[in-house]
Structures are given as structure tokens and as C-alpha cells.
DNA sequence: ATGAAAGCGCTAACAT
DNA sequence: ATGTTAGCGCTTTCAT
């Protein structure tokens, strides 16, 4: 492994001129430049992260801090923040917050803020969809880093998230603009949130539209689940199971609900659309195979955002620590018509 | 933040009996041990990973290279990996090996080998189904660190999978044993095989299962898809549509496509299992929902397994460099029995 | 524009 | 068992 000291005497200049070279610094001669680089080229000479992080304090490596590291969301912010990431040269660093009750998860997760965090192996912190409580917050900000949140919003913190209340008055109002009157909603279960209280956020739009388009709200229409597929799958099959109710539409907190509840109701024997419209939120990657309409965010675009933040942070910039809401877009395929005329 | 010379302060000892009580080695006096760490406590210290690094030349992180950072496989070997790491003290930064043909996914892939995996910013790397050319094994090795891959084998590299073969003669020899003679297949395309020629390899599995038990290879009833459950759902339809075939078993390469070939019997009007059986290969988490057989893999314990193997062998154990070969279950639910008299 | 040299904060011989 | 000290391989003033 070739040292910058043998790249300095190769290219016959000092190693501070190959630091700065390397670096892209300006003020080098393109000559000098030019003789640097190719004596780097021919010893395949390439910076050591760690001494280069010690002597100049910058590590060029961010954090990632998440609850699951499965899951549809959670995966494609990865996926995003590292797209951006590694576009500037900067690595990614995995940390999973255990927010579990698995054994041994609340002392895992004391020991990443009080040790993991604090060993100076990052710049700066994504911190995705996590629940924190103040004291963690603060230890958070403590570690004297730029830290931006995705999913969810955290106080003194610059956080990118979907605007929950604003894509589920989306998904009610298109079921109501087509006609619809019976709204069912499968929202997430407050003791199931997992998902940054995601779930009565979206319920409580839910039920204002419904309030504003002059509809009831029925307690016997509202159900919910886990988030995931068989949850909506179950909460589906009782709701549409209920002869007292009989809704023409279904709006869910998710789209793995929604598509559990297509399938929920076509056990029930219910046709979609003809006899139940579904809309669902997330713009799930198996969302177009169902042909369900829904409420689409770009969690990989948040991941992104948070990054470019990060990076502008980095260098320097001041970033407002304020909430910005991401776009989202009502996707309309073939789970939702107006209401038809039962057979 | 406090560095290791106030500790040695407070502690009154000198600054490599603070390194080394915080190391855990073995040669300091109860006493001595329990002033530093008190010590240390107190000024809330916690050793800056770059400086230890520098300074001892291991980073205690390690390095995961994956093709694809979504994907139920994958996203469970980091998070296995992720999870034994954690406990070992280590952190995991992820590496995204590009093999699409987006723009710029050429140089990014060069980039990342001749760059960003050299500077040394970890001790060891995971390599995930990762298809390497002969120069690129090289190149990993050339970095002097311990590799070890899941998911498909790589030449002189220790590594962690499923036999394909094995697992899809178990899938095939379910159904046989059942009593079934006419068994479909739906496996990767060649040109879509993302996975490490998995679909090759279990196609093969297939047909000399099939011939073992004296049963005709019939071409009609095989045909491939990408994985996914779009794909399965195609692949099947055409495999169920065609009138000149009648199987009353399908035997898919994954799970995803089992459950879209779930989906296509139903919207053929055949019922699963009565008219026909489907075992998948994953024991993907849906799997359960759907009622799905399947011969089940963990990747959860693979991640964790490699990242065993690494810590032992920079422990400085002797790690053979030959493939091992992960468990795997036949897990019958109920899309898998006997052919039924056909109504 | 470039060079000299002083660290960055820790670890590991080596010495005691 | 503990202390002394020389690096680890860079970056960054401060000079020139």
C-alpha cells in the first residue's frame, strides 16, 4: 500500500502538495497537478480514510440510523441516501436502533447513543422514522453533528417527511369525488405504530374530510392494522364482513393494507371496483401489479433530499431546521371507479 | 469530548493503561481497572474510532457489498450481519455494487474497486450474490482483507449459500411424493438472472429430479421469470393456459413468483390446492399469508453466519476457504396435496 | 504555488 | 502491572 510519501517523491514535490492536489485544492499548477496524479495513478495510490479523518477531522463518512433495516420505506431511503452519498464520495454507515422489546434491545439501543455514536466514526447523521425521546434528541445533537430526520418529525431538527394528514385527505377526497358516500378506513393500530404515529395522523384526516364533504363518521367503518399485508388482509375481512355496514370504498393507511384487503375482498366475493373501491398510500413497488390506486411518496427521492442536505450542511451552508413536506401524488389505477349499482 | 489524557488524568495512570482497560486486555489490576472506567465514565469518554484506527491499524468495521439494497434477501443478510457485528463492537457501512445498466453504473462499479472499497475504512468486507469477474475477485483480495460472500460461491473466497440444487429437488420430490407426474416449473431467466445463476441451477434440479423418478421432461411445461411476482403471475398464466398441458403441480425458483402464480390460478379459475399444488423456494415472509409451501432459507442467519466467519478470522482463526453450505426446510402449508379426481 | 513541520488521538513496543 | 515513547499516515498552518 503506497504512502502519500512515496507519491511526493515519485512526482518530486512535498506530500503536503500531494494532499492538496488530491484533494482538489486550487491553488496547484496544472503542471504540478498533472505529474501528482500520474505518480498517484502509477502506484495505485489511493488516501487512507483513517489518517486522513484523524489529521483533518472529517471522516467523509455519514450515519444512518433506522429501526428496521427491512421494509419497504426503510430500504429505499437507504438506498437513495447512499445514491447521493456515494455520488460525493461519502460512505454509509449502517446503525440499527433496536426499538423492539427483543432481550437485551434497551441496552443496545443505550449503548448506541451512549457509545456507538459518540466514536466519531461519522460526520453527520440520517436518522429515519425513529420515535426518540428527548434525552435522546438531545444526545443526538450533542454529538455536535448535523443530523437530518426522514419520516416523522423531530424537534430542533431539519426533518423530511410526507405531510400524513394531506395524502390521506387526498385518498378520501378522490372517493368521495367519485361518488362515494360509505368510507371505510383501515388506519395503523396506535399500539402497532411502529411507524412514527403515523397512524392516527392518518385516521384523523381520514375522518376531517369525511366531517368536511358533510359524511358521517361511523365508528363500525374504521378498523386497523399493522401495516402490513395480513393485517389489512384480517381488518378488511371483519369490516366487510359487518352486514350493519355495508361501504362502497375502503381507504387504507398503506398500500400492503390495501392489498390485503383486495384480497380480503375478493374472498368475501366482493369484485374491486365494481363492488368496493380500495385506495391505499405509499406508491408500493408491488402497487401496480394489484392495479391499486394510491397516494405514492418516494421514500428512495427522501433519502436523497436527506443526504443533499447533509451535504450541503457539510459544507458549510446554513439548512433552516425546520420540517419540509416531500410530494406525493394520487396514482389512480384499477381499484377505484364510482359506485356502481349492486347486482 | 474528552480525549484519553484527561482519563489517565482523573485516573491517575498513564494514557496506555487507559488504552488498554478500555480494550479489555487482560494485564491490569481489578483496581487500576475500575479507577479508569470510573474515570471514564465521568468524563463520558468513549475512544474516537479514527484515532485507534490510525494508530492500530484495525477500524473495527466492517464493509457489506450488495448489488441490490432492497429485496427481501438482501435487506435480511444486512440485517443479520448488521445484528452480530453490533453485539462484536463493530459497525457495518454498506456498499452499493451497481449491476444495472443505468448511466454511469460502469464507472461507478470501476470506482468502487479501484477506489472506495481501498481506503481503508474497514477491516473486512461481506459480499452479497455479488457476479465478479475474475479481475474484480482479484482486486478484492488484492486489498489483503478477509472476504467472505453469501448467496452463490466466488472463487478462493469462503463462502455462504444455499444449494440450489438441493433445495429445488426437495421442492420437486414434495410434489412427486404427493403423487403428482405432470409438475410444472417457473424459474429465473437467464437473462434476468439478477441472483448468481440461481435460476439455471435450480431448473437443472428440476428436470433431474424429474427424470430420477422416471417422469418426462416436458418442455411446454417449464418457462421463466425475473423473480418478482409480476413475473410469476405472467409466466404462470401462460403455464396454466396453455390447453395442451395439464399440471396439477407447479414448482417455482422463489417465492415471489409462487405467490403471483398463486394469483394467475385463481384468475384461471383454478383452485390452489384442489386443481393444482405450488411450492416455492425462500420461506419468504409473506409466505405464511398466502398459505404457501416452500422450502425456506434463512438469509437472516446467513448474514449472520458470514459475519461470524469474519470476526473469527480476524480474531486470527484459520478460516477455510471452501463453501458451506446453509440449511434449508420444506415448510408445507396449504398449497401443496395429493391431485385431486378433477371436477 | 509550494515546502517544512507540527500535530490529529491513540496504540504498541519496549522498558521497568 | 504499568509507564515512556515512537509512530500510525495524513492535513494544515506558517513560511517562503
Not at 506530500?15 to 492536489?21: G, K, W
Not at 430500504?75 to 440499527?96: E, I, N, P
Not at 429515519?128 to 418529525?153: C, F, M, R, W, Y
Request: with cysteine; glycine share 10%.
Amino acid at each position: 500500500m503506497a504512502k502519500i510519501q512515496k507519491v511526493a517523491e515519485l512526482a518530486g514535490v512535498s506530500t503536503a502538495t500531494v494532499s492538496r492536489t488530491l484533494a482538489g485544492k486550487a491553488s496547484v499548477t496544472p503542471e504540478t497537478r498533472a505529474r501528482v496524479e500520474a505518480a498517484a495513478k502509477e502506484l495505485g495510490y489511493v488516501v487512507s480514510a483513517t489518517a486522513s479523518s484523524l489529521a483533518s477531522g472529517r471522516t467523509r463518512n455519514v450515519g444512518i440510523v433506522m429501526p428496521f433495516l427491512t421494509g419497504w420505506f426503510f430500504t429505499r431511503v437507504l438506498a437513495g441516501a447512499h445514491a447521493t452519498l456515494a455520488d460525493a464520495g461519502y460512505d454509509l454507515t449502517v446503525y440499527h436502533l433496536d426499538m423492539s422489546d427483543a432481550t437485551g434491545a434497551a441496552e443496545r439501543r443505550k449503548r448506541l447513543f451512549a457509545e456507538v455514536l459518540r466514536r466519531k466514526r461519522v460526520d453527520a447523521f440520517i436518522a429515519v422514522s425513529l420515535e426518540l425521546t428527548d434525552g435522546e434528541i438531545d444526545e443526538l445533537h450533542a454529538l455536535g453533528k448535523p443530523v437530518v430526520g426522514v419520516g416523522g418529525e423531530m424537534k430542533g431538527t431539519r426533518t423530511i417527511s410526507l405531510d400524513d394528514a394531506a395524502a390521506m385527505r387526498l385518498a378520501t377526497q378522490h372517493v368521495i369525488s367519485l361518488g362515494h358516500s360509505v368510507i371505510a378506513h383501515i388506519g395503523g393500530a396506535p399500539e402497532l405504530d411502529r411507524d412514527f404515529r403515523i397512524g392516527a395522523g392518518r385516521r384523523a384526516a381520514y375522518e376531517a374530510t369525511l366531517r368536511e364533504a358533510g359524511l358521517v363518521v361511523d365508528e363500525r367503518l374504521v378498523s386497523s392494522a399493522d401495516f402490513t399485508m395480513d393485517g389489512g388482509y384480517r381488518a378488511a375481512l371483519q369490516l366487510l364482513g359487518d352486514p350493519s355496514v355495508a361501504p362502497t370504498a375502503l381507504v387504507c393507511a398503506s398500500d400492503e393494507m390495501a392489498m390485503g384487503a383486495l384480497l380480503a375482498a375478493r374472498d368475501l366475493g366482493r369484485e374491486v371496483p365494481h363492488d368496493l373501491s380500495v385506495v391505499g398510500i405509499d406508491g408500493h413497488t408491488l402497487g401496480e401489479f394489484w392495479g391499486l390506486t394510491t397516494v405514492a411518496q418516494y421514500p428512495e427521492d427522501q433519502g436523497r433530499l436527506a443526504a443533499e442536505a447533509l451535504l450541503r450542511e457539510l459544507d458549510g451552508d446554513e439548512v433552516a431546521k425546520e420540517h419540509f413536506s416531500v410530494p406525493f401524488k394520487l396514482v389512480v389505477r384499477r381499484s377505484t371507479r364510482a359506485p356502481q349499482p349492486q347486482r
